[in-house]
């Protein structure tokens, strides 16, 4: 008895085993994914994804979960709701761009199948090797902001970009709006800019006003085509304090009583933001010495020779006022160059003379050797060799003690006659 109720124990643990996931694959497939996933644009600033609702067969209560993801970028999920909408903001819309929505039943394990939604065509048609490259923007704060790319690849030669921006100082994107529309239907709504630069006759940057504070954390959307169907545009969406460079500040350097350097600057319109670098080079060494993430309008470097000479500069960038929390901030450029000269001491001079006394003895030594040989000859003159300047036969008369001479050789005389001829001559027969 005990042996057959063992058996009956184990195969009614096997049974369950085999029909219960079974049964729980059925309920799995019991509710429908979410229809017509469709997308469009609340403005510039924002997109827009709707869906029609499951069918609700599982007699539950539906939410929503919904996973945005871009190429080479991970997934962000989002937190499961009841809505049929989902809003996206500041988000790449030239590259490929995932939507993902699956239903669930609340508080069970009940899921549907996921819907899938690409949404790379946001930005219009056209083949994307026309597209701009290397976009970027720097706004120069609080004046203008300046754009720059690169022609596309492919580009028309007779392309003629044309860059519209647009600015929105909304914190979030909107819940009462009416039907999103399409990203050429939003182009007219933009401001068009004007002073453009150029290369090779294609405009490769424009420039326009953006006169904002930076408390206002403006946000920033410009488009860059020609608006043809060949041209793929090109869209940039930033938050203009993420791009903001300030102006380099205007510094002032002296020494302290207490054999210090002080170092300060001008003010800021948002200065207690503002973090400074400090950048100090000494003439008696090739590094650098750099003081970072300075709060305030001053430095102070303690313990400075006062026979070193010390050049400074200093930088400025934001420290927060960032639309997104890890936002990287712009360094401004560097300030003109401040020089304090240091002074020399009485040991300086000492080791200085010392060097340049056995060098002067040295030059005068070697003048006074060079002019005293010139002297010498002066004035004592050298005795020419006799048997240089006068003849051997000198010498021979000398020695012999009388003349010596050549002999002269005689003259050879030829004798010469004279023949007379007659002035008349017989005549010839």
Same mark, same amino acid.
């Given at each position: 008895?005990?042996?057959?109720?063992?058996?009956?124990?184990?195969?009614?643990?096997?049974? =369950?085993?085999?029909?219960?996931?079974?049964?729980w694959?059925?309920?799995?497939?019991?509710?429908?994914?979410?229809?017509?996933?469709?997308?469009?644009?609340?403005?510039?600033?924002?997109? &827009?994804?709707?869906?029609?609702?499951?069918?609700?067969?599982?007699?539950?209560?539906?939410?929503? =979960?919904?996973?945005?993801?871009?190429?080479?970028?991970?997934p962000?999920?989002?937190?499961?709701?009841?809505?049929?909408?989902?809003?996206?903001?500041?988000?790449?819309?030239?590259?490929?761009?995932?939507?993902t929505?699956?239903?669930?039943?609340?508080?069970?394990?009940?899921?549907?199948?996921?819907?899938?939604?690409? @949404?790379? +065509?946001?930005?219009?048609?056209?083949n994307?090797?026309? =597209?701009?490259?290397?976009?970027?923007?720097?706004?120069?704060?609080?004046?203008?902001?300046?754009?720059?790319?690169?022609?596309?690849?492919?580009?028309?030669?007779?392309?003629?970009?044309?860059?519209?921006?647009?600015?929105?100082?909304?914190?979030?994107?909107?819940?009462?709006?009416?039907?999103?529309?399409?990203?050429h239907?939003?182009?007219?709504?933009?401001?068009?800019?004007?002073?453009?630069?150029?290369?090779?006759? +294609?405009?490769t940057?424009?420039?326009?006003?953006?006169q904002?504070?930076?408390?206002?954390?403006?946000?920033?959307v410009?488009?860059v085509?020609?608006?043809?169907?060949?041209?793929?545009?090109?869209?940039?969406?930033?938050?203009?304090?993420d791009?903001a460079?300030?102006?380099p $500040? &205007?510094?002032r350097?002296?020494?302290?009583?207490?054999?210090?350097?002080?170092?300060?600057?001008?003010?800021?319109?948002v200065?207690?933001?503002?973090?400074?670098? &400090?950048? @100090?080079?000494?003439?008696?060494?090739?590094?650098?010495?750099?003081?970072k993430?300075?709060?305030?309008?001053?430095k102070?470097?303690?313990?400075?020779?006062?026979?070193v000479?010390?050049?400074?500069?200093?930088?400025?960038?934001?420290?927060?006022? =960032?639309?997104?929390?890890?936002?990287?901030?712009?360094?401004?450029?560097?300030?003109? &160059?401040?020089t304090?000269?240091? @002074?020399?001491?009485?040991?300086?001079?000492?080791?200085?003379?010392?060097l340049?006394? $056995?060098?002067i003895?040295?030059?005068?030594?070697?003048?006074?050797?060079?002019?005293m040989?010139?002297?010498?000859?002066?004035?004592? $003159?050298?005795?020419?060799?006799?048997?240089k300047?006068?003849?051997?036969?000198?010498?021979?008369?000398?020695?012999?003690?009388?003349? @010596?001479?050549?002999? !002269?050789?005689?003259?050879?005389?030829? $004798?010469?006659?004279?023949?007379?001829t007659?002035?008349?001559?017989? !005549?010839?027969?």
């Open positions: 008895m005990g042996s057959d109720r063992c058996c009956t124990i184990i195969l009614s643990l096997w049974m =369950s085993i085999y029909f219960l996931p079974g049964s694959a059925k309920k799995q497939d019991y509710l429908p994914p979410p229809t017509n996933l469709t997308f469009g644009m609340d403005g510039m600033f924002c997109l &827009v994804l709707q869906w029609s609702p499951s069918e609700n067969t599982a007699n539950c209560s539906i939410k929503y =979960s919904k996973i945005f993801s871009a190429k080479n970028v991970t962000r999920a989002r937190g499961s709701s009841t809505n049929l909408t989902a809003h996206v903001k500041k988000v790449d819309l030239n590259k490929e761009i995932l939507f929505v699956q239903a669930e039943c609340d508080n069970t394990n009940i899921f549907s199948n996921n819907t899938t939604l690409p @949404v790379q +065509i946001a930005t219009g048609k056209g994307p090797n026309t =597209s701009v490259r290397n976009f970027s923007c720097i706004w120069y704060y609080p004046e203008y902001v300046q754009c720059t790319w690169t022609p596309g690849i492919d580009v028309p030669s007779n392309v003629n970009y044309t860059l519209i921006y647009w600015t929105s100082v909304e914190s979030s994107c909107r819940f009462n709006f009416s039907q999103p529309k399409q990203f239907d939003l182009l007219p709504t933009g401001s068009s800019c004007s002073n453009y630069t150029y290369s090779n006759g +294609i405009p940057g424009c420039q326009f006003k953006f904002k504070l930076i408390t206002t954390f403006s946000k920033l410009t488009a085509s020609d608006w043809s169907k060949e041209v793929k545009p090109y869209l940039y969406y930033v938050g203009a304090n791009i460079k300030l102006k $500040p &205007v510094i350097a002296h020494r302290t009583t207490n054999g210090n350097i002080h170092i300060s600057w001008n003010d800021t319109e200065y207690k933001d503002v973090l400074h670098e &400090v950048l @100090v080079q000494k003439s008696n060494s090739e590094i650098h010495e750099t003081y993430d300075i709060i305030g309008l001053s102070e470097i303690p313990n400075a020779a006062s026979d000479t010390y050049t400074v500069k200093v930088r400025a960038r934001l420290s927060r006022y =960032s639309t997104e929390s890890d936002g990287h901030f712009i360094w401004s450029d560097w300030s003109e &160059v401040q304090l000269q240091g @002074v020399s001491n009485g040991r300086d001079i000492s080791i200085l003379l010392l340049l006394i $056995p060098a003895i040295i030059v005068a030594a070697v003048i006074l050797l060079i002019y040989r010139r002297l010498k000859i002066l004035i004592f $003159p050298r005795v020419p060799d006799p048997g300047v006068l003849s051997s036969d000198l010498q021979q008369w000398l020695k012999n003690g009388r003349t @010596v001479y050549n002999e !002269p050789r005689k003259e050879e005389i030829c $004798p010469i006659s004279m023949l007379e007659p002035l008349t001559s017989p !005549p010839v027969e």
